[in-house]
């Protein structure tokens, strides 16, 4: 990549999970697509970490604690077309991974969306495909998407006042046309142990709020908050098996 610009620029987020950033970056630089740069943006252990020496990799600070800073620290850094998601712990699922989501892109679609694999738990999000034009993009993996950069400088970077859903807040933002392509095939193994999982009650909390202030309205906010029983019965199946 020297002497040219990426395509895509992937942001990874890491957090006292060297393991799981060792895992990421391997996937990374197995891909077959090779037009990419990848933001690093460190905390705690996984600082210790030895990263490959690599002209593809940057590292990168973010000014204030919290992952919404950390994510905005890699978009502020990223110069790429296209920017990816993908934290540590999240792998590619195979080595053309990355060739299968730059190979949809065109100039008449802003986000390029796939299935992620939760490889805890063996299920995929979104749980159902989606038809543009038809359903809704507010409930894609946005480690299994494509966005272009330049939806960042219209409608902002993530919400610092955010703690868990801050993929969704931002969503929200984005006009309900938006073009989007769907991609019938899984691209990522999700790392399903984050906080979202770990903390049920204060994400469907924030996922309610968000909604209820957005165009989405609180009518879709209730509908969520009467997931909540549901979702932690779900959550004490899996923790039994």
Not at 215 to 232: C, T, W
Request: net charge neutral; hydrophobic share 40%.
């Amino acid at each position: 990549m020297t002497g040219k610009s990426p395509i895509v620029s992937i942001i990874t987020i890491s957090k006292d999970d060297p393991e799981g950033l060792a895992k990421t970056l391997a996937s990374v630089s197995g891909q077959s697509f090779q037009a990419y740069e990848q933001i690093l943006v460190l905390a705690g252990r996984s600082r210790d970490i030895n990263v490959p020496a690599d002209g593809r990799i940057h590292w990168t600070e973010s000014e204030s604690p919290g992952i919404s800073n950390a994510l905005n620290a890699g978009v502020a850094a990223a110069t790429g077309e296209w920017i990816q998601f993908l934290n540590g712990g999240d792998a590619f699922s195979d080595d053309r991974s990355l060739e299968l989501l730059t190979g949809a892109r065109d100039a008449s679609v802003a986000m390029i969306c796939s299935y992620a694999r939760v490889v805890q738990h063996g299920y995929n999000l979104p749980t159902r495909s989606l038809q543009p034009g038809r359903d809704e993009f507010i409930y894609i993996s946005h480690q299994a998407t494509l966005f272009r950069r330049d939806l960042f400088e219209r409608y902002g970077l993530f919400s610092p006042d955010i703690k868990i859903r801050m993929d969704l807040e931002w969503l929200t933002r984005l006009p309900r046309e938006t073009a989007f392509r769907f991609l019938e095939t899984v691209t990522v193994d999700f790392d399903g142990s984050g906080v979202s999982s770990t903390h049920i009650c204060t994400g469907t909390l924030e996922e309610a709020r968000i909604l209820a202030a957005s165009q989405y309205g609180v009518a879709r906010a209730l509908r969520v908050l009467a997931k909540l029983p549901f979702r932690l019965f779900k959550s004490r199946i899996r923790a039994i098996g």
